[in-house]
């Protein structure tokens, strides 16, 4: 979740506004803050985005997370 490539991710969809920097560090941290939220409620929330700059959730490869293992969990 981060403008890293300088554009939205999809630079082609028409009918809403591109996210700038601010908007998306906001996003980011909302998502990071929700993380006591969602383990409250028995959800992880695994973070697949190579690129992601969200801090709080537990990052692995879509490859790892697709196998499912316990062993394939990694810490934030």
């Known amino acids: 979740m981060n403008l890293s ?3 939205h991710w999809n630079k082609d969809y028409q009918g ?3 996210p700038d920097k601010a ?3 906001s996003w ?3 998502l990071d803050a929700a993380r006591p939220q969602f383990d ?3 959800v992880e929330v695994v973070n ?3 690129r992601s700059s969200l801090k709080s959730f537990n990052k692995m490869s879509l490859a790892e997370a697709l ?3 316990d062993d ?3 810490s934030a």
Do not use: C, M, P, W
């Open 23 to 25: 908007r998306t560090e």
């Open 72 to 74: 394939a969990r990694r």
């Open 5 to 7: 490539t300088g554009a």
């Open 67 to 69: 196998d499912g293992s």
């Open 48 to 50: 697949i985005g190579e």
């Open 16 to 18: 809403v506004g591109k």
């Open 28 to 30: 980011r941290a909302s």
């Open 40 to 42: 409250r409620l028995g």
